[in-house]
C-alpha cells in the first residue's frame, strides 16, 4: 500500500507492535494495514486479544515504551504518525485526532467538574481566555444531549449516570472538531437502551460535523448499526476487510462465518444449537505458523500450513480476506441455514 | 402488586414449582448521620416480586443496571435476607431459615458469577477450587473427592490434568466452566446464572451457552439466568421475567415477550438491540428511550416506567398497573398493553421481523 494518497485522512499500513514481556516477545499486531476516508465509519471487529485496540493506541503513540517496538506507517496529514516526536503528538492527540474509551468513569478525574475537565481540552489546543472556553464546553454538552448542559458543568463525573459520562468523554474528544474519532469499546459498559442512545449520537455526530469515526467493538450488532465499511481482526493481524454489506451478507473468512453463527439473533427464529468456534484464540506468545486460525478451522487444508496474504478474492477489488478457499468453495461451505451464516453445522 | 395464588409456573397436574416468590421485598436502608445512624430513605431495589419457575425450566430475568435482578437473585438464594415476602422452594418457605437448615439449603442453590476472573480464588488450585464445596459439605474426601473433581472437570470440558493448575493459567471461557463445575459438585437443583457469559467473547459465549444447555439436560437443572441481553435470554430461556425498578412489568413466555411484547418498556428494550444484519436494521422502527432510569430511592408513582413511557396516559402517573394475563400465559402491568386483541397489529408489532430481510 502505498503513502496516504490525498482520498485518505488516514493511511495505515504494515503497522506492527511488538512488546518485550517476561515471557518472551509478543507481537500484538502484525502487519496491519487499513485507510481512513473522511467522514467514514470503520469498525475494526475483533476478540480480546485480537490487537484491535493496541493498534489504535500505538497510532496515537500511547504504547511507546522501552519494551515496545512499532513499526510501520500510519500516514496523517502529511505526517507519518509512527516517527512523530511527542510534543508534535500531543499536538495532535484529542485536536486533530481523539479517541474515547470504554469506561468512562475511569477516563474523567473524579476530583474536578466535568465543566473543568471540558474547559481544559478546549484549552490545551486552543488560546481561547476561560469565559470562552466555558461558553465552548456548555454548548458542546447541549450538542452531545446533555440537558441542563450550564448547570451540569458545575457537577462532578460520579453525579453523572453511566450513559451521562459517556456523553461528556464525547463532548470532551469532540471539543477541538478532530477530523479522526477513535471510539474504542464506547458502548460496550451501558445498557442497551443507553447504547442505542450513544451509538445514534455518534452517528448524528458524523452526520453534522463531517469527522471520521474508527468504531473498534467486539460486537457485530454495533457494527451493523454503524458502520461503513468493516476490518476484522484475529490475532493481530486483518483476517477480512469489507464494505459492510458484504461482510454479512457475502463473509469470506471462516473466521468471519464463525463469529456471526455464534451470536444469539433476536430477528431470527430461535436456533437450537447456537454454532460456536471450537477452542480458544491463540496465544500471542505462541501463535500458530501459517494461518493463524487454522487450529480452529474446520475447513483448513494443506496449504493453510503458509499464510495467506490480505488480497481481494471474491471479485470486490474492496472486499479482502486472508483465507486460501477458492470464492466457490467459500460459498459452498459456509452454512447458510434460515439466512445464517455460521462455520458448519451444528 | 398481587399476592393472589398464581398458577403459571405449575404444571397441569398442579406440581409444585421448584421455586416459588410471592410479593418479595429487599430494601436498603439509606442512612445519615455522625453518632446515631437515622434512616432517611430506602433504595426499593426489589419491591413486591412474584413468580415461580417450574422444575428443568430456565426462567430469564433481564433489565438494565440497577433494575434489581441481581438483588433479587441472592434474595432468592437467601445470600441476602428479604425485607418482606415469601421464598418458597420445594414448596417450603425458606426466607427465615437459619443455620444448620440454611446450610443445607445451600447444597440445593448453587450460582455461577459474571466475572470469572473475579470469582475464583487465585491462590487456590482447580482442585482445591472445585472440590470446596463438597469438602465443605461433607460429601467427600480423600480419594474419592478427587474422582468427583475430576469427573466434574470432564463434565464441564477440561480435563483431569487442569486440577493441578491455577485459575491464571485459563483463558476467560475456560475459568468459567471451572466456576460451572463448582457449582454442579453438590448436585444442586437450582442454578442461578448472574450474568455468566457477558465478560466473555462472542465465539466463547455460544460454548458456555451450549455447555449450560447440556448440562441442563443431562441433569433436569432448573435455572434461574440473569442477563441484560436479550438476545441471550430469548436463546436460553424458556420464560423471560422483564424487571423495571424493582419491578417485574412482564413475563411470559420467551418467544411471545420477544416478538408480541405487551409492555411498552419490554418494546423499548427489544428494539434497542442491535441485530447484526445492516438491511433489516435500515428498515427498522427504533423506539428509542429518552433520559435515564430514575433513582430507585425515589422511583416514581404509580407506573414506574410512565416517565420514560410514550403511551403513557394520566391514569399511569395516578394507579399502579398490577401484573394481569393479557395473552395467554404473558402477563404484564400495563394500563396500555401492546399487542393485545385478535391478530391486531399495533405499534409494537414491528420489532422484529421474524426471519425477514
Redesign the interface.
Known amino acids: 500500500m502505498s503513502a496516504a494518497q490525498p482520498q485518505h485522512l488516514l493511511s495505515v499500513s504494515g503497522l506492527t507492535v511488538t512488546f518485550q514481556t517476561d515471557a518472551g516477545e509478543l507481537r500484538a499486531v502484525d502487519g496491519l494495514s487499513f485507510d481512513l476516508r473522511p467522514g467514514e465509519i470503520l469498525g475494526i471487529v475483533g476478540e480480546s486479544g485480537s490487537g484491535k485496540s493496541v493498534a489504535n493506541l500505538s497510532i496515537l503513540g500511547l504504547t511507546r515504551g522501552p519494551d515496545t517496538t512499532i513499526s510501520g506507517r500510519a500516514d496523517f496529514d502529511g505526517r507519518d504518525l509512527i516517527t512523530l516526536d511527542e510534543e508534535e503528538l500531543r499536538e495532535l492527540r484529542g485536536n486533530r485526532i481523539s479517541m474515547i474509551f470504554q469506561d468512562p468513569l475511569s477516563s474523567l478525574h473524579p476530583f474536578y467538574t466535568v465543566g473543568k475537565q471540558l474547559i481544559e481540552a478546549i484549552q490545551v489546543h486552543r488560546d481561547v481566555r476561560k469565559e470562552e472556553a466555558a461558553e465552548r464546553a456548555a454548548q458542546l454538552l447541549e450538542m452531545v444531549g446533555i440537558p441542563d448542559a450550564r448547570r451540569r458543568l458545575d457537577e462532578y463525573p460520579h453525579e453523572f449516570s453511566g450513559g451521562m459520562r459517556q456523553r461528556a468523554m464525547i463532548a470532551m474528544a469532540l471539543a477541538n472538531e478532530p477530523d479522526v474519532l477513535i471510539a474504542d469499546e464506547p458502548t460496550t459498559a451501558l445498557d442497551v437502551t443507553t447504547q442505542a442512545q450513544i451509538l445514534g449520537l455518534i452517528k448524528e455526530l458524523r452526520d453534522r460535523l463531517g469527522m471520521a469515526v474508527i468504531m473498534i467493538t467486539h460486537d457485530l450488532g454495533v457494527i451493523a448499526e454503524v458502520a461503513d465499511r468493516v476490518l476484522v481482526m484475529y490475532a493481530g493481524r486483518a483476517v477480512e476487510s469489507a464494505p459492510l454489506d458484504a461482510l454479512f451478507y457475502d463473509p469470506q473468512h471462516p473466521y468471519t462465518w464463525g463469529l456471526l453463527g455464534s451470536i444469539t439473533r433476536m430477528d431470527r427464529p430461535r436456533a437450537a444449537k447456537l454454532a460456536q468456534i471450537k477452542g480458544q484464540p491463540p496465544s500471542p506468545l505462541a501463535l500458530p505458523t501459517g494461518c493463524k486460525f487454522r487450529p480452529r478451522c474446520p475447513h483448513a487444508f494443506d496449504r493453510c500450513a503458509i499464510e495467506p496474504p490480505l488480497e481481494p478474492r471474491a471479485g470486490d477489488p474492496a472486499h479482502a480476506d486472508r483465507c486460501w478457499l477458492s470464492p466457490d468453495e467459500k460459498r459452498a461451505k459456509r452454512v447458510v441455514e434460515g439466512g445464517e451464516i455460521g462455520l458448519e453445522a451444528a | 402488586m398481587s399476592t393472589a395464588p398464581r398458577t403459571e409456573g405449575r404444571t397441569e397436574a398442579g406440581e409444585t414449582p421448584l421455586v416459588e416468590v410471592v410479593d418479595l421485598k429487599k430494601h436498603f436502608p439509606i442512612k445519615a448521620g455522625v453518632i446515631f445512624d437515622r434512616e432517611i430513605g430506602r433504595v426499593r431495589a426489589v419491591d413486591g416480586v412474584s413468580f415461580s419457575i417450574r422444575r428443568g425450566e430456565t426462567l430469564g430475568l433481564v433489565g ?2 440497577g433494575c434489581g435482578k441481581s438483588t433479587l437473585s441472592r434474595t432468592i438464594m437467601r445470600l441476602l435476607d428479604p425485607t418482606a415476602g415469601k421464598i418458597l422452594f420445594e414448596g417450603r418457605e425458606i426466607q427465615d431459615l437459619r443455620g444448620r437448615e440454611l446450610t443445607a439449603l445451600r447444597r440445593e442453590m448453587q450460582i455461577i458469577f459474571q466475572d470469572p476472573y473475579a470469582s475464583l480464588n487465585p491462590r487456590k488450585r482447580v482442585s482445591q477450587i472445585v472440590g470446596e464445596p463438597l469438602a465443605l459439605h461433607k460429601v467427600a474426601r480423600g480419594a474419592e473427592l478427587r474422582k468427583r473433581v475430576d469427573e466434574l472437570l470432564e463434565l464441564v470440558g477440561l480435563s483431569a490434568k487442569d486440577a493441578n493448575r491455577f485459575p491464571h493459567e485459563f ?4 475459568r468459567q466452566r471451572i466456576g460451572i463445575a463448582r457449582a454442579l459438585a453438590l448436585r444442586p437443583k437450582l442454578i442461578i446464572a448472574d450474568e455468566p457469559v457477558s465478560a466473555l ?7 458456555i ?2 455447555l449450560l ?1 447440556d448440562l441442563q439436560d443431562e441433569f433436569n437443572l432448573t435455572y434461574l439466568f440473569v442477563a ?5 435470554v ?2 436460553i430461556a424458556d420464560r423471560i421475567a422483564v424487571m423495571y425498578l424493582g419491578k417485574i412489568v412482564e413475563l411470559g413466555p ?2 411471545e415477550v ?1 416478538s408480541r411484547p405487551v409492555h411498552p418498556y419490554t418494546e ?14 435500515a428498515n427498522r422502527k ?1 423506539q ?2 429518552e433520559g ?2 430514575p433513582s430507585p430511592a425515589n422511583p416514581p408513582e404509580a407506573c414506574r416506567f410512565h416517565t420514560r413511557c410514550p403511551y403513557a396516559t394520566e391514569i399511569c402517573s395516578e394507579v399502579e398497573p398490577q401484573l394481569e394475563e393479557h395473552r395467554p400465559r404473558q402477563e404484564a402491568a400495563c394500563h396500555h398493553p401492546l399487542n393485545v386483541g385478535a391478530g391486531k397489529r399495533t405499534e409494537g408489532e414491528t420489532t ?6
Request: overall charge negative; glycine content about 8%.
Open positions: 438494565e443496571s483463558s476467560g471461557g475456560q467473547d462472542v465465539s466463547i459465549q455460544a460454548q451457552i451450549n444447555e441484560h441481553d436479550l438476545g441471550v430469548r436463546h420467551s418467544e420477544c423499548t428494550l427489544l428494539s434497542a438491540v442491535p441485530i447484526p444484519d445492516p438491511r433489516a436494521n427504533r428509542v428511550l435515564d432510569v422484529f421481523e421474524s426471519g425477514a430481510r
